[in-house]
């Protein structure tokens, strides 16, 4: 719904299911594709077509398709432990990848719903201590979508990746005495 805006996805097990129904342009993200690797954006069907041809030559590889949305820029809300962070990020180098190419990132003050997200979130797979949702905000409506969410594979900012491991640290440290010393 609104309140958990995630953006709509069709998942492909392989090129035989790849079966998109959603609008053009779309991306298609293979695999495990991450920052900003192995997404590529399609036109139309014409082109979607032409991406099944080569998504057959890696017949152990899965993909999704997504309505493209032209981001005005893109949104990270972190969490570790009980500290929650929230960066801005706004692609300077033309790509349609906000997270690619050059950029500027800020940190910017945490908004509520970003708040009841990570509380969603958090409560997935038996509890997360650590993760990021990673959103867009389109370009001409300012509507903000869910992409995706990571878990422990997240990155950190380079200005606040100190104070983060610190963080991090505590709340392992935290974590094993819990388990251990109890």
Known sequence: G???????????SSHRGLLYGYTFPAVVKVGSAHAGAGKMQVADHH?????????????????FVEP?????????IQKIGPHLRAFRRIG?????????GTSMMEEVPIKQHWKMWVDEVKSMFGGLDILTVDAIVDESTEKEFILEVNGTSSGLHPDCADEDNNH?????????????CS
């Open 68 to 76: 493209f949305v032209k981001g005005a820029y893109d949104i990270r």
């Open 92 to 100: 300077a180098s033309g790509e349609w990848k906000t997270n690619t």
């Open 47 to 63: 082109q979607l077509h032409d991406f099944r041809s080569v998504l057959a030559m890696m017949p152990n590889e899965h993909c």
């Open 168 to 180: 991090i640290r505590e709340l392992v440290v935290e974590r094993l005495n819990e388990m251990f």
């Open 2 to 12: 609104d309140e958990f805006p995630v953006i709509k996805q069709h998942f492909a």
